[in-house]
């Protein structure tokens, strides 16, 4: 089987929020996502996903994927999409780095490998384990009253896991966390991300006042050198996202015990590929993971929840439920949350269909 064509299509996706805040002053009111249609001479298609949650989270933009997509596509054209490990050398030897441009390439030859195969991204990822999946909702950046309404507006649609937004001045980061968490059912689980808006002296500030309290710290510093500092001095359980870059930085942080959790974005190490060896490196060495991405809609939904559904129940930490947080759809089949949870689609492939209608024209064709 060979690629014959790939289209490239822009998807505007408003907040059903309005706007989304974190740390540093950063906020978004709408998804940028890019959509990748990987078409092959067999017939067989394939659909990827990739959204930068703004141009200033990670180091990845939404113009950047489709000029990205522009260099690398042309490279693709003629390789097997059912192999995957070849396209991704092959993809590495073109364009170095820029793994967000990769991950929405590399989800689609999923789904391809997996409709060829009749099987779901599940079953190719080691197979569906336990029961459906807990999803965490992450509460925007705002004043304590404010994020604890919030919480308590998820925690009755069915939410049971909450993901603070701090990272602003010690003060009020401790007064969001005393806010939320003073509301705490048993059994949930709250996670405080500062998205590396603390330095150390007030990261060690906050940890040492919300010593008594159930929860876990997220990516306190900008750095991994910050960010191990502060583990060090703090008995709550660590969570490392944006610090945790690529397979290498993964094995130095085993070593070093940095962290009892680490978030795997899809596209941060650019698709199911990598994710996979990274979710398997942190089940070998005992650490759970969040499995979940910058952003997006139906098609990173279902490539997460595939990754989530064969990862063993006991190191699913959280998982990300992104279309949840947009006020519609863009494919038919695609996983959509009940309550606090969530299940990865049957079908084969990723198991979704998109809609034409909600991806409009296509803004580049590769061929
Ligand atoms: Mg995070």
Known sequence: MKISRILVYCVDLPLKEGTYSFSG??????????????????????????????????????????????????HLIGLDPTALGVLN????????GHA??????????????????????????????????????AISLDTPERMAE????????????????????VGTDIARI??????SKPGERVVADANGGWLAHEALRVVDAIRGIDIAVEQPCLS??????????????????????????????????????????????GGLTISRQMRDMCVAGG?????????????????????AHSTPEQFRFNCSDCNSYLGHGIADGAPRRVGGRIEAPDGPGLGVSPEPARLGDPVMKIE
């Not at 050398?89 to 170095?96: Q, S």
């Not at 919480?151 to 939410?159: H, P």
């Not at 005393?178 to 509301?183: D, K, M, Q, S």
């Open 25 to 74: 002053g950063r906020s978004i009111r709408s998804y940028d996502s890019t959509v990748v249609r990987i078409e092959t001479d067999e017939g067989l298609v394939g659909y990827g996903e990739v959204c930068p949650l703004g141009p200033a989270y990670l180091p990845a933009y939404a113009a950047g994927v489709r000029t990205g997509i522009a260099e690398l596509g042309p």
């Open 89 to 96: 050398r092959i993809m590495d030897r073109h364009l170095k």
């Open 100 to 137: 967000y441009v990769k991950s929405p390439i590399d989800m689609a030859c999923w789904d391809i490998l997996g409709k060829a195969a009749g099987l779901s991204v599940s079953t190719l990822l080691g197979g569906r384990q336990g029961e459906a999946i807990d999803c965490y909702r």
């Open 150 to 169: 919030s919480a308590a507006a998820y925690r009755a649609e069915g939410y049971r896991r909450f993901q603070l937004k701090v990272g602003s001045d």
């Open 178 to 183: 005393e806010a939320v968490t003073g509301n």
């Open 224 to 269: 991994y050198e910050e960010n191990l500092g502060v583990r060090r001095h703090t008995p709550h359980p660590f969570v490392l996202d944006e610090s945790i870059d690529s397979p290498a930085v993964l094995i130095r942080a085993l070593g070093d015990r940095a962290m009892d959790v680490v978030n795997i974005k899809i596209s941060k190490y």
């Open 287 to 307: 650490v759970a993971v969040t499995i979940e991405d910058s952003g997006g809609s139906d098609i990173v939904t279902a490539a997460i929840t595939h990754l």
